[in-house]
Every structure is written in structure tokens, then in C-alpha cells.
T-cell receptor, first 115, second 115 residues
């Protein structure tokens, strides 16, 4: 089991460019999440999905779009990158157990710099 | 809305000394509570979780946390620090009926272990 994998690991963009981050999980998890991590702010939820074909907004969704066309994949898109989107992005997935027991498993992260 | 406060963004301890990381939550109804650890250049890994069973929760690597409803706290401790405990630690909460089982994270506490 690879668990949760993220592609790419690093990326540098210029302002206005677009890109897609790919998250894949091989644990047959229903729920998937995208977070961004910034110093002193912990992790903030961007978007999440409770199943194939569904997505929902998190705490900081502006400037991002997502898609969940296949259960194992969750894509995060930046249509027009801005320097404020420089961050480390983490994907996570969970089984959809009861709220008390559901554990999120995290990928290794993608470090994105927008110049 | 749920919120989590971690007191102290950086903590320095000597090897063999007590590790104490503080976490307070704001919620009228006790939520589910989690501690995650992030080693350098890695994703987050679950240390332990409180799910309304025992108030003293034991986790991996010798860590434990105690839920205190009266103080709205869930502090993390380890009796004797090891060099391998150097990492960033995140407290997180999940509301009882959180949509998508989403988590809200604190700002994190980075632990430095001195020999």
C-alpha cells in the first residue's frame, strides 16, 4: 500500500499561471481533503469530498477548484496563481467511519512557490 | 465555529525532560480531539485521539493526553523527551456532527530537543 501520494513534490509558478495538483489514495477511502499549511496558521481546509463526483468548500476555497472524478483521485487546481498561494499543500483521506473514530491519513505534501 | 489554540509556537526541552504541549478548544459541546505530529518534510501522522471514552488517552511513542472538560483543554505530555521527538505537533478538533468529518487545526507547536 502506497497510502496517500501527491504529485508533484515541488513546483514553482509565475503569477497568473495555472496548475493542477494530484492526490491519489489506494485505501478505498470515501472522504478526501485538501489543506494548505502556512507558518503559524496550522493547516486550513481548502476543499473536501465525501465521495466520487462530490466536492464541498472548506475554510479557504477562494482561488482553488477541485474535482473527484474517480474515487481514488482528488485534484486541486489553481486557475491563475497568486503569490498568496505560496504554501505547502497536503492531501488527506479517510474511510468515512463514525465522526469520532474517522482518522485522516496524510500525503507527503507539495511545496508550491508563486513568484 | 470550532477553534483551537495551541499555546506556544516553539517549545525547547532537554533530552529526558517532560514534554508538555498545550491545547485549548472553544466549543459549547465537547468535540472529538486529536493530536498529530509532523516530522521534517513529511505529512502529518496521528498520535492519539479522544472520542468521549476515557479522558486519559494513550498514543504512540509514549505520548498521552488528558481531556479536561472544565478547562476545555487537551494537553499532550510525554514524561521523558527523546531526540526523535523533535517535530511539529498539531492539535485538531472535530465537531460531533462535522460535515465531511472535517478537522480544524491549531497553529502548531514546534518542539526542539536539546541533548
Amino acid at each position: 500500500n502506497a497510502g496517500v501520494t501527491q504529485t508533484p513534490k515541488f513546483r514553482v509558478l509565475k503569477t497568473g499561471q495555472s496548475m493542477t495538483l494530484l492526490c491519489a489514495q489506494d485505501m478505498n477511502h470515501e472522504y478526501m481533503y485538501w489543506y494548505r499549511q502556512d507558518p503559524g496558521m496550522g493547516l486550513r481546509l481548502i476543499h473536501y469530498s465525501v465521495g466520487e463526483g462530490t466536492t464541498a468548500k472548506g475554510e479557504v476555497p477562494d482561488g482553488y477548484n477541485v474535482s473527484r472524478l474517480k474515487k481514488q483521485n482528488f485534484l486541486l487546481g489553481l486557475e491563475s496563481a497568486a503569490p498568496s498561494q505560496t504554501s505547502v499543500y497536503f492531501c488527506a483521506s479517510s474511510l468515512q467511519a463514525g465522526a469520532g473514530t474517522d482518522t485522516q491519513y496524510f500525503g507527503p505534501g507539495t511545496r508550491l512557490t508563486v513568484l | 465555529a470550532q477553534s483551537v489554540t495551541q499555546l506556544g509556537s516553539h517549545v525547547s526541552v532537554s533530552e529526558g525532560a517532560l514534554v508538555l504541549l498545550r491545547c485549548n478548544y472553544s466549543s459549547s459541546v465537547p468535540p472529538y480531539l486529536f493530536w498529530y505530529v509532523q516530522y521534517p518534510n513529511q505529512g502529518l501522522q496521528l498520535l492519539l485521539k479522544y472520542t468521549s471514552a476515557a479522558t486519559l488517552v494513550k498514543g504512540i511513542n509514549g505520548f498521552e493526553a488528558e481531556f479536561k472538560k472544565s478547562e476545555t483543554s487537551f494537553h499532550l505530555t510525554k514524561p521523558s523527551a527523546h531526540m526523535s521527538d523533535a517535530a511539529e505537533y498539531f492539535c485538531a478538533v472535530r465537531a460531533i456532527k462535522a460535515a465531511g468529518n472535517r478537522l480544524t487545526f491549531g497553529g502548531g507547536t514546534r518542539v526542539l530537543v536539546k541533548p
